[in-house]
T-cell receptor, first 117, second 111 residues
Framework: GAGVSQSPRYKVTKRGQDVALRCDPI?????LYWYRQALGQGPEFLTY????????KSGLPNDRFSAERPEGSISTLTIQRTEQRDSAMYRC???????????????FGDGTRLSIL | GNSVTQMEGPVTLSEEAFLTINCTYT??????LFWYVQYPGEGLQLLLK?????DKGSNKGFEATYRKETTSFHLEKGSVQVSDSAVYFC??????????FGKGTTLSVSS
């Protein structure tokens, strides 16, 4: 497709379960970002990839959160042993240029709404 | 650290009214500034951007000017429409790094 695609659109799971959220960026986009957005707040940075390399994971809240982008395209954000406080909208964005180069805009997907019961 | 502060909403206007949503920022160096919009049921979309001081970003009748002296990037539109009802986010980044967003301002326009 032409835009950033995220799946699933909605995910409801019980506390303690693992979840995997998928992001398919715009074709050819080098940079991929994950953000988390709580209700009534702006998105907050989680982690960043340049091609397949995870270059910044400073925003991941704890070691239950991990992300990968093994072939430099699709990325998966995994949350292990989910807790209710993990409930949020998880957003993925991609950008044409690598971080630190000319400032290309970030294009966002529709997000995954995660609810932990 | 870098941060963005935008006016709290909701902002409620009648159609054809003038819109201003205030945004100020704190940053070292020379960030790029953005406005993103989220229409009901949709994802975040880039509305406009400015990459250096005194630049004016514009799109769909919206404008914002990068004011370094006041560290501001206020969003304006001369005549709003019902279809402009959405949540608006001011954001900044530096050299392609992660975006830092404000909390968002909800705009509701009635006919």
């Amino acid at each position: 497709g032409a835009g950033v695609s995220q799946s699933p659109r909605y995910k409801v799971t019980k506390r303690g379960q693992d979840v995997a959220l998928r992001c398919d960026p715009i074709s050819g986009h080098v940079s991929l970002y994950w953000y988390r957005q709580a209700l009534g707040q702006g998105p907050e940075f989680l982690t960043y990839f340049n091609y397949e390399a995870q270059q910044d994971k400073s925003g991941l809240p704890n070691d239950r959160f991990s992300a990968e982008r093994p072939e430099g395209s699709i990325s998966t954000l995994t949350i292990q042993r989910t807790e209710q406080r993990d409930s949020a909208m998880y957003r993925c964005a991609s950008s044409l240029a690598p971080r630190g180069s000319s400032n290309q805009p970030q294009h966002f997907g529709d997000g995954t709404r995660l609810s932990i019961l | 650290g870098n941060s963005v502060t935008q006016m709290e909403g909701p902002v409620t206007l009648s159609e054809e009214a003038f819109l201003t949503i205030n945004c100020t920022y704190t940053a070292t160096g020379y960030p790029s500034l953005f406005w993103y919009v989220q229409y009901p049921g949709e994802g975040l979309q880039l509305l406009l951007k400015a990459t250096k001081a005194d630049d004016k970003g514009s799109n769909k009748g919206f404008e914002a000017t990068y004011r370094k002296e006041t560290t501001s990037f206020h969003l304006e539109k001369g005549s709003v429409q019902v279809s402009d009802s959405a949540v608006y986010f001011c954001a900044l980044n530096q050299a392609g790094t992660a975006l830092i967003f404000g909390k968002g301002t909800t705009l509701s326009v009635s006919s």
